[in-house]
Structure formats: C-alpha cells, structure tokens
C-alpha cells in the first residue's frame, strides 16, 4: 500500500495535482448537503480557520473503513495539525499501512496570495474571495500546520518541491518521488 501525504500551503497545488482524499472537500460535502457538522465547518472556513482536530480524524476514519481495497491514499489538506499527524499514524497502525512519505510543495507567499485571489474570481469559494481571509489561512498555516513537516522530517520521510512552475513540472517533480518509494 502506498499512502502519501500531499503538503503545502493554500493554494499551493496540491487540489491541481492530486486525484485524492481530500479534507477541504470532505467539508465542503457537508455543507452542501446542509448536515450539522457542515453547518458548523462553514462557520469556521468562511474565516479561515482550521476546524477542529476530532472533527477531521472522524471524516478521515470514516473514509478509510469505507475504502478497505484501496490500494493506498492520497491525502490532501489533512494533517494539518501534529495532533492530526499523529492520530493518522494510529489509524494507519491499526491496518498495517504506515505513510511512505509527505510531499511538501513550496511556494511563496506572494504566488499564493495571487493565485487564490485569482481563483476566488469565480471559485464561488468564500475563502477565496476575500484578502483578508486568504492571509488569515496563511497565518493559520504558519502557525498550526508548518509544524507537521517536522513531524515527518523526524521519521525520514519528509520530500520538499518547488511548486511554482507550470502544472506539468510539478507534476513530473512529484512523480520521480513517488517512483523512489
Ligand atoms: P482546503 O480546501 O484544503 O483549502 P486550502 O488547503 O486552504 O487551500 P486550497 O485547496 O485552496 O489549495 P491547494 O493547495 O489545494 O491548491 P489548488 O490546487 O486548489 O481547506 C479549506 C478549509 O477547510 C480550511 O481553511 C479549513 O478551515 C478546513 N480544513 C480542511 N482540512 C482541514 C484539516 N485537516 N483540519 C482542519 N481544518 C481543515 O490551487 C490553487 C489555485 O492555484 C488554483 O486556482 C489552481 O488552478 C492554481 N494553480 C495550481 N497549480 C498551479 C501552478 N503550478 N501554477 C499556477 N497556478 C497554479
Ligand atoms: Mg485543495
């Protein structure tokens, strides 16, 4: 089984490059379907904000009991905190499929900024929409989520790519990596 944690900040790339297990559509699954944890999620990510830890563990068990012949995962946007690192490492545990490896695309801010306001246009995404709140994910990144890269550089398997270039280079970039594991 090949499980591979796809990182980076908002608006990075990592939506573009994977066909994945992705925690921002999870959410955003539940809010257009009005449920309750919808409800409360969309309060949260109009602002910016990470929603809560127990929250996102559930979303992702949930997904991985429901998908027992996948022959690996792509996570996307998830973990996003150390305590969510380490969760996915128990639930991993428990089915004998550790992750092989976290891909971190890198960009700047700058790039970031710009491609999400770009987006926001007509993404139809409130988080996008709003400079404001594009920053606010980039703080909320730096603050909660850069630390999760250590997290993986401790267990040697930390890979780090230039994520700004056309689509295609990314792509190339993350596929020589995965043809190592
Ligand atoms: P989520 O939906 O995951 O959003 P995000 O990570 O903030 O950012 P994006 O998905 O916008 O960026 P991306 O890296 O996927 O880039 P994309 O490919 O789209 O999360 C949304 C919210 O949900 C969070 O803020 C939080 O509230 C909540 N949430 C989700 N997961 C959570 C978790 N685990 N814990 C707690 N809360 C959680 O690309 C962006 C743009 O750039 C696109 O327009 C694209 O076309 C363009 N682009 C892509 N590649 C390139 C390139 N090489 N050159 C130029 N443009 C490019
Ligand atoms: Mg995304």
Do not use: W
């Not at 992705?22 to 257009?32: A, C, F, K, Q, V």
């Not at 270039?165 to 596929?175: H, L, Q, S």
């Amino acid at each position: 089984m090949l499980n591979l944690v796809l990182f980076g900040p908002p608006g990075a790339g990592k939506g573009t490059q994977s066909q994945k297990l992705s925690t921002g559509d999870l959410l955003r699954s539940e809010i257009s379907q009005g449920t309750e944890l919808g409800l409360e999620a969309k309060k949260l990510m109009d602002q910016g904000i990470l929603v809560p830890d127990e929250v996102v563990i559930g979303m992702i068990s949930h997904k991985l009991d429901s998908n027992k012949d996948a022959k690996g995962f792509i996570f996307d946007g998830f973990p996003r905190t150390v305590a969510q690192a380490e969760a996915l490492d128990s639930l991993l545990e428990t089915k004998n499929a550790p992750i092989s490896g976290m891909i971190a695309l890198e960009v700047n801010d700058a790039e970031l900024e710009h491609r999400l306001l770009l987006r926001g246009k007509d993404s139809g995404r409130p988080d996008d929409a709003n400079p404001e709140v594009i920053r606010k994910r980039i703080k909320e990144y730096n603050d909660k989520t850069a630390p999760v890269a250590e997290f993986y550089k401790n267990q040697n398997k930390f890979k780090g790519i230039n994520g700004v270039g056309t689509e295609e280079d990314v792509f190339k970039a993350i596929c020589a990596i995965v043809d190592s594991y």
